[in-house]
C-alpha cells in the first residue's frame, strides 16, 4: 500500500470515528443522564454518575404508566401492520392480475394519493369521524392507519405480483384451487420478502407516529410517543427522571431494530427505492 | 413510488378489455378489493374531496354552513403570522435538503469504503432514524436547553451559555441539525443502494484508465447512481415540507411563535384557536405546494437521469 492511500485510509478512518460518536453522543447523555441524580446531572452532564440510581427508572416507569402505553403500542401497531398486510396483498393481486380500465384507474389514484400530507387532511377527517373516534378510539386508529397505508403497501405488493408469471395462477387454478386458495397457498409465501418490507416499513411509521394519535387517543389507549411527550413535558426539569423515560422509549424499537437488522436495511432500501 | 410512472403509463396504454365483466370476475372483484378500496375511500378519498370543499364554507368544525366563495383564502394569504410561516418553512425546506443529502451522500461513502468499522458505522448512523421525531425532539431539547448550557457555564463557551431554542435564529439551526441527525441515515441508506449497484467492471476500468478516486466519483458514479439522488431529494423534500414532529417536541414554535412550521401553523391555527376554515384552505395551499413543487423537482431530475 502506498502511503497516499494509507493516508486515505486514515483519514477515513478518523472521519468514521468522529461522526459516530457524534451520532451516539444524545444517546450516551441520555443513557448516563437516567441513572444520576439531580444535583450531579446540574453539575456536569457529561461524566459517569458519581452515585448509580435506579431511581429513575421506578419512577418514569409509574408516572409514564410504561408498560400500559408499551402494550397500547404493540397492540396498535400489530393490528394494523397485519391486517394492511391482508388487505393491501390481496388489493394488489387483484390489481395486477386485472387487466381492466377499473384497475388501471383504481392503481393511479393509489399512486397519485402518495403526494397529499396528512395535514391536508386531518381537518375534515377528524369532523367525520369524530362518532366512530368516540365509540372506540384504539379500533378506529387502526382502521385510519389501514386507509393510510393502502396506498404504499399496496403499490409495494404490485411491484412485486407484476413479476411472478400467472402462469402460476393458472396451474393452480387448472388443480381446481379456488381463487383465494391459490393466492393464500401459492402466491402469498411467494411474497416474503416484500411482506417483510411492507411489514417493517409500516411498523416503524406507526409505531412512531404521533399526530394521528394525537388527535385521536385518550389517556388510557395513549401509544409510547404520545405518553413520552406528555411525560416530559411535566417532569422535564426532573431531568434524570426526564431520561430514564426518553431511555425507556427507545429502548424497544432498538432491540427490535439490532434483533432484525439485516431486514431492516434491505426492506428499507428495496421500499426507499421502489 | 412516482419513479414507476414507466409502469403506469405502460398500464395505462395497453387496451383494456371492454367485455362486460362476467359474474366470476365481479366476484372476484368483491373478494379481494372490496374492503381495502373501501377502507382507502372512506378514509383518503372523501376526506381530501371533502376539505377542498369547506375551503369555499363558512364552515366552523360544528355547524352547518353555506357557501362564501375564496374568502377563507383571502383571510388565510392576509394573515402576517402564515407568511412568516412560510417563508420559514421554505428556507427550512432548502436548508434541511442540502445539508441531509450533503451528509447523507458522505456517510454512505463512508461506510462503503474499505473501512473494517463499516458495519458498526452504518448501524449508529441509522439508529437515530428507528425513533419518531417526538423522542428524538425531546432528547434535543434536554440537550439544547439543558446539557449544553450547563457545560457551557462550566467551561465558558460564550455561544451556549443561553439556550439555542430561546432565539429564533439559534433555533432554526438546531431545527437543521436535529433533522440532519434524524434523516440522514435514512437517505445514507437510499445512496447505499446506489453505490452499489454501480457495476464493479465499470470502476475497474476507469482505474486502469488512470482516473483518481475523485474522478471517478464524479463522472462515474454521480452520474451512474443519479435515480439515488431523485429518490432522496424527493423524500427529503416532501419530508421538509409535512415536518412535524421534531418540530413540536424540540422548539414547539416558540419563542413566540417564531419558529412554526407550515404544519404545527395549521395544527395550531385550527385546533387551538378554532379557526377551521383558514386552517384547511391552509391545508390546501400546502398540498398544492407541496405537489407542485415535488413534481417539478421529480421530471428535472429525471431528465438529468437520461443524459447519462
Redesign the interface.
Known amino acids: 500500500m502506498s502511503a497516499r492511500a494509507r493516508l486515505?485510509?486514515r483519514i477515513?478512518?478518523a472521519?468514521?470515528?468522529i461522526?459516530?460518536f457524534a451520532?451516539?453522543t444524545?444517546?450516551f447523555?441520555?443513557f448516563v443522564?437516567s441513572l444520576k441524580l439531580k444535583p450531579d446531572?446540574?453539575?456536569?452532564?457529561?461524566t459517569l454518575p458519581s452515585h448509580v440510581t435506579w431511581d429513575n427508572f421506578q419512577q418514569a416507569l409509574t408516572k409514564m404508566n410504561y408498560f400500559r402505553s408499551l402494550t397500547n403500542s404493540i397492540i396498535i401497531t400489530t393490528l394494523s401492520v397485519s391486517l394492511l398486510i391482508v388487505?393491501?396483498s390481496?388489493?394488489a393481486?387483484?390489481?395486477a392480475r386485472?387487466?381492466?380500465?377499473?384497475s388501471?384507474w383504481?392503481?393511479?389514484?393509489?399512486?397519485t394519493?402518495?403526494?397529499?400530507?396528512?395535514?391536508?387532511?386531518?381537518?375534515?377527517?377528524m369532523?367525520?369521524f369524530a362518532s366512530i373516534v368516540s365509540w372506540n378510539n384504539r379500533a378506529a386508529l387502526i382502521?385510519?392507519y389501514?386507509?393510510?397505508g393502502?396506498?404504499?403497501s399496496?403499490?409495494l405488493y404490485h411491484?412485486f405480483i407484476?413479476n411472478i408469471p400467472s402462469e402460476i395462477d393458472e396451474a393452480a387454478a387448472i388443480d381446481g384451487a379456488s381463487?383465494?386458495t391459490a393466492?393464500w397457498k401459492i402466491i402469498f409465501p411467494m411474497m416474503r420478502p416484500i411482506t417483510a418490507t411492507v411489514a417493517i416499513i409500516n411498523a416503524?411509521w406507526i409505531?412512531?407516529?404521533?399526530?394521528l394519535p394525537r388527535?385521536v387517543l385518550t389517556p388510557e389507549t395513549q401509544t409510547l410517543?404520545l405518553s413520552?411527550?406528555l411525560f416530559?413535558g411535566q417532569y422535564?426539569t426532573e431531568?434524570g427522571q426526564?431520561?430514564a423515560g426518553?431511555l425507556l422509549?427507545?429502548i424497544p424499537?432498538?432491540a427490535f431494530?439490532?434483533i432484525l437488522?439485516k431486514q431492516?436495511?434491505s426492506g428499507?432500501?428495496s421500499g426507499?427505492?421502489? | 413510488?412516482?419513479?414507476?410512472d414507466k409502469?403506469?403509463s405502460t398500464?395505462?396504454r395497453?387496451k383494456?378489455?371492454?367485455r362486460m365483466?362476467s359474474a366470476r370476475?365481479t366476484k372476484?372483484?368483491l373478494?379481494?378489493?372490496l374492503?381495502?378500496?373501501a377502507?382507502?375511500t372512506?378514509?383518503?378519498?372523501?376526506?381530501?374531496a371533502?376539505?377542498f370543499y369547506?375551503t369555499f364554507t363558512d364552515w366552523d368544525?360544528?355547524e352547518s354552513h353555506k357557501l362564501v366563495g375564496f374568502s377563507n383564502y383571502v383571510a388565510s394569504f392576509k394573515d402576517p403570522m402564515f407568511w412568516s410561516t412560510l417563508r420559514f418553512t421554505a428556507l427550512f425546506v432548502v436548508v434541511s435538503l442540502v445539508a441531509v443529502n450533503v451528509v447523507a451522500f458522505g456517510?454512505a461513502l463512508?461506510?462503503t469504503?474499505?473501512?473494517r468499522?463499516?458495519n458498526?458505522?452504518?448501524?449508529?448512523?441509522?439508529?437515530?432514524n428507528?425513533?419518531?421525531?417526538?423522542?428524538l425532539g425531546?432528547?434535543?431539547?434536554?440537550?439544547f436547553n439543558?446539557?449544553l448550557v450547563?457545560?457551557a457555564k462550566?467551561y465558558n463557551w460564550a455561544s451556549f451559555e443561553q439556550s439555542w431554542l430561546q432565539d429564533t435564529h439559534k433555533a432554526f439551526w438546531a431545527l437543521i441539525i436535529v433533522t440532519v441527525?434524524q434523516s440522514s441515515?435514512?437517505m445514507m441508506?437510499?445512496y447505499?443502494?446506489g453505490l452499489v449497484s454501480i457495476e464493479n467492471d465499470v470502476l475497474e476500468a476507469s482505474q486502469i484508465d488512470g482516473a483518481s478516486?475523485l474522478r471517478t466519483l464524479l463522472s462515474i458514479k454521480l452520474p451512474l447512481m443519479a435515480?439515488?439522488f431523485t429518490?432522496a431529494i424527493f423524500?427529503t423534500l416532501?419530508g421538509g415540507?409535512?415536518a412535524?414532529?421534531v418540530n413540536?417536541?424540540l422548539t414547539g414554535g416558540g419563542p413566540y411563535r417564531t419558529t412554526e412550521l407550515?404544519?404545527l401553523h395549521?395544527?395550531q391555527d385550527?385546533?387551538a384557536n378554532g379557526h377551521?376554515g383558514t386552517?384547511?384552505s391552509k391545508?390546501?395551499i400546502?398540498?398544492l405546494t407541496?405537489?407542485i413543487v415535488?413534481l417539478v423537482q421529480v421530471s428535472v431530475s429525471k431528465k438529468m437521469e437520461v443524459q447519462r
Open positions: 486515505g485510509r477515513t478512518f472521519a468514521g470515528s461522526l459516530a451520532y451516539v444524545p444517546f447523555l441520555v443522564n446531572i446540574l453539575a456536569n452532564p457529561l388487505f393491501s390481496m388489493f393481486y387483484y390489481l386485472t387487466k381492466s380500465k377499473l388501471k383504481i392503481f393511479l389514484g393509489l399512486v394519493s402518495m403526494i397529499v400530507p396528512f395535514q391536508a387532511l386531518m381537518i375534515p377527517f369532523a367525520r382502521f385510519f389501514i386507509g393510510f393502502t396506498a404504499m399496496t403499490f411491484g407484476s381463487d383465494m393466492f416503524l409505531w412512531n407516529d404521533f399526530l388527535l410517543p413520552t411527550y416530559y422535564s431531568y426526564a431520561m426518553l422509549a427507545v424499537i432498538i431494530y439490532l437488522q431492516f436495511i428499507i432500501s426507499a427505492v421502489k | 413510488m412516482i419513479f414507476l409502469r403506469i398500464t395505462l395497453s383494456g378489455d371492454f365483466p370476475a372476484k372483484f373478494k379481494f378489493s374492503v381495502p378500496l377502507i382507502f372512506a378514509v383518503l378519498v372523501i376526506p381530501f371533502n376539505g369547506l368544525g360544528f456517510l463512508l461506510v469504503s474499505k473501512l468499522s463499516r458498526i458505522l452504518r448501524t449508529f448512523f441509522f439508529i437515530p428507528l425513533i419518531g421525531g417526538v423522542v425531546v432528547i434535543w431539547q434536554f440537550i439543558s446539557a450547563s457545560i462550566k441527525w441515515g435514512y441508506i437510499v447505499i443502494t478516486p435515480q439515488a429518490i423524500l416532501r415540507f409535512m412535524y414532529d413540536v417536541a407550515i404544519s395549521i395544527f385550527a385546533f377551521f386552517g384547511q391545508a390546501v400546502m398540498f407541496v405537489a415535488a
